[in-house]
């Protein structure tokens, strides 16, 4: 018989899977990074329990491009920094991707709140424009010239916090199958090239993407460079079903179908 594509796989290609995807080389990404303070009570808002602020209001606002080989990818992420007890590190509101397979891992491992979306990175000399699009609004722009040369930074390790869940299969009681989990995401980050740049960040209104609710109240920085990370998460705890609920939409541009029992006989 034909090998059934739907079929099992065998143990040893499953394995073999595992391999390659352990074995991958550093992959390298052109990105624009910008940093501004924000107001303190916006940052407050959007942090559902246990997060809490930091001491500083900060956004930040990361636009790149990766040259995977045959499978060029744009990625971005608008996040607020963000604590969970003695743990400093940032929690992303939105994270567009160019391709549906950079969001398979990244929503359902990790709990990204990635979307599809329009990435941006151009550079024509020492001009600068990079952008985060969806539904055909860019709601976020940063523009600018290179300024100078920054010196590079000793390989650091960042913590992003995201919460991993799936909505009620009936959407009634709390409107999550199980409690929802926080996770704490590791990346390794080493960069190879960073330069300052001078410009500014726009922020255009988006019903499906918010974040011209994080004013610009004072810019902090704009860099552009090469890094690579490697990521690694964890479980840290449970969380409450009813605490989360309220900060739903932050993942979906249409809520409603989360909270929304299917109709009967629906495929």
Same mark, same amino acid.
């Given at each position: 018989?034909? !090998?059934?594509?739907?079929?099992?796989?065998?143990?040893?290609?499953?394995?073999?899977? !595992?391999?390659?995807?352990?074995?991958?080389?550093?992959?390298?990404?052109?990105?624009?990074?910008?940093?501004?303070?924000?107001?303190?009570?916006?940052?407050?808002?959007v942090?559902?329990?246990?997060?809490?602020?930091?001491?500083r209001?900060?956004? !930040?606002?990361?636009?790149?491009?990766?040259?995977?080989?045959?499978?060029?990818?744009?990625?971005?992420?608008?996040?607020?920094?963000a604590?969970?007890?003695?743990?400093?590190?940032?929690?992303?509101?939105?994270?567009?991707?160019?391709?549906?397979?950079?969001?398979?891992?990244?929503?359902?491992?990790?709990?990204?709140?990635?979307?599809?979306?329009?990435?941006?990175?151009?550079?024509?000399?020492?001009?600068?424009?990079?952008?985060?699009?969806?539904?055909?609004?860019?709601?976020?722009?940063? !523009?600018?010239?290179?300024?100078?040369?920054?010196?590079?930074?000793?390989?650091?390790?960042?913590?992003?916090?995201?919460?991993?869940?799936?909505?009620?299969?009936?959407?009634?009681?709390?409107g999550?199958?199980?409690?929802?989990?926080?996770?704490?995401?590791?990346?390794?980050?080493?960069?190879r090239?960073?330069?300052?740049?001078?410009?500014?960040?726009?922020?255009?209104?988006?019903?499906?993407?918010?974040?011209?609710d994080?004013?610009?109240?004072?810019?902090?920085?704009?860099?552009?460079?090469?890094?690579?990370?490697?990521?690694?998460?964890?479980?840290?705890?449970?969380?409450?079903?009813?605490?989360?609920?309220?900060?739903?939409?932050?993942?979906?541009?249409?809520?409603?179908?989360?909270?929304?029992?299917?109709?009967?006989?629906?495929?």
């Open positions: 018989m034909a !090998r059934v594509r739907y079929g099992a796989r065998t143990e040893a290609e499953i394995a073999a899977t !595992r391999a390659r995807s352990a074995g991958l080389p550093d992959i390298w990404s052109t990105g624009v990074v910008a940093v501004w303070e924000t107001a303190p009570d916006v940052v407050a808002a942090l559902p329990p246990p997060l809490k602020p930091t001491g209001p900060l956004v !930040r606002v990361n636009i790149s491009k990766v040259d995977l080989p045959g499978y060029p990818l744009g990625a971005g992420s608008v996040a607020v920094a604590a969970h007890g003695d743990q400093e590190g940032w929690y992303p509101l939105v994270m567009p991707m160019t391709h549906e397979r950079a969001l398979t891992g990244g929503r359902e491992v990790f709990g990204e709140p990635k979307k599809l979306g329009e990435v941006l990175v151009e550079r024509d000399g020492l001009v600068v424009t990079a952008s985060l699009a969806r539904h055909g609004i860019a709601f976020v722009e940063v !523009r600018g010239a290179v300024s100078g040369t920054l010196p590079l930074p000793e390989p650091a390790v960042k913590t992003d916090f995201y919460f991993k869940f799936l909505p009620s299969v009936d959407g009634a009681g709390s999550f199958d199980g409690d929802p989990v926080l996770v704490h995401c590791v990346r390794n980050e080493k960069v090239r960073l330069e300052r740049i001078t410009g500014d960040v726009v922020l255009r209104e988006s019903m499906y993407d918010p974040v011209a994080l004013p610009v109240r004072r810019l902090v920085e704009i860099t552009i460079g090469e890094k690579t990370t490697d990521q690694q998460g964890r479980v840290v705890e449970r969380v409450s079903a009813q605490d989360l609920l309220p900060y739903l939409h932050q993942r979906y541009d249409d809520p409603q179908q989360a909270l929304d029992a299917p109709p009967e006989g629906s495929v």
